[in-house]
T-cell receptor, first 116, second 113 residues
Framework: SAVISQKPSRDICQRGTSLTIQCQVD?????MFWYRQQPGQSLTLIAT?????????ESGFVIDKFPISRPNLTFSTLTVSNMSPEDSSIYLC?????????????FGQGTRLTVV | AQSVAQPEDQVNVAEGNPLTVKCTYS??????LFWYVQYPNRGLQFLLK??????LVKGSYGFEAEFNKSQTSFHLKKPSALVSDSALYFC???????????FGGGTRLMVKP
């Protein structure tokens, strides 16, 4: 299993500002993902964080709004840029082993973002 | 495209009674199926998975799930619910080609004393 440290756990931010969320894994992992979750709702995949190259974004998400870095196999950041109240949500990082699709994904504890 | 349906937004159960949280899926080929639980202000925790073999899978905290290929279902069950089981539960599926996990909409389980 993988242990994931995600921070901050929560934040309250002013509209128009940016927040960077960090995700640190205790072992090297092939796949890292960023999800958004409205409270009490399901998960929506934002992007796949690719080590050493640009992230792969899902429909409806763009790099300018959600820039992602992944400098190595254990660390990634997600930035929520130029925030508006609509960005208030829970953001989760997740890791998987692409070589073993029958294994489970592991999640960070999430970052609860409130934009005022 | 693969998909997961959790038909119940909320399930209410009295403590000590059996519980079932429903999940149906659609995927090409053989599925890998997962259940996760999310407690308030926490990330998702893995409960159990079905890969192959015995259709009844046992997992953490006394939960189990039954894979039914003909009904394309993977319902989560527990013989005796606890108040502490109250949480949000997610079913997820991945095909055996290693595509992305697809999550259901989630079911809130409320266990009342």
């Amino acid at each position: 299993s993988a242990v994931i440290s995600q921070k901050p756990s929560r934040d309250i931010c002013q509209r128009g500002t940016s927040l960077t969320i960090q995700c640190q894994v205790d072992s090297q992992v092939t796949m890292m993902f960023w999800y958004r979750q409205q409270p009490g709702q399901s998960l929506t995949l934002i992007a796949t964080a690719n080590q050493g190259s640009e992230a792969t974004y899902e429909s409806g998400f763009v790099i300018d709004k959600f820039p992602i870095s992944r400098p190595n196999l254990t660390f990634s950041t997600l930035t929520v840029s130029n925030m508006s109240p609509e960005d208030s949500s829970i953001y989760l990082c997740s890791v998987e082993d692409s070589a073993r699709p029958n294994t489970e994904a592991f999640f960070g504890q999430g970052t609860r973002l409130t934009v005022v | 495209a693969q998909s997961v349906a959790q038909p119940e937004d909320q399930v209410n159960v009295a403590e000590g009674n059996p519980l079932t949280v429903k999940c149906t899926y659609s995927v090409s080929g053989n599925p890998y199926l997962f259940w996760y639980v999310q407690y308030p202000n926490r990330g998702l925790q893995f409960l159990l998975k079905y890969i192959t073999g015995d259709n009844l899978v046992k997992g953490s905290y006394g939960f189990e799930a039954e894979f039914n290929k003909s009904q394309t279902s993977f319902h989560l069950k527990k013989p005796s619910a606890l108040v502490s089981d109250s949480a949000l539960y997610f079913c997820a599926v991945r095909d055996n080609a290693g595509n992305m996990l697809t999550f259901g909409g989630g079911t809130r389980l409320m266990v009342k004393p």
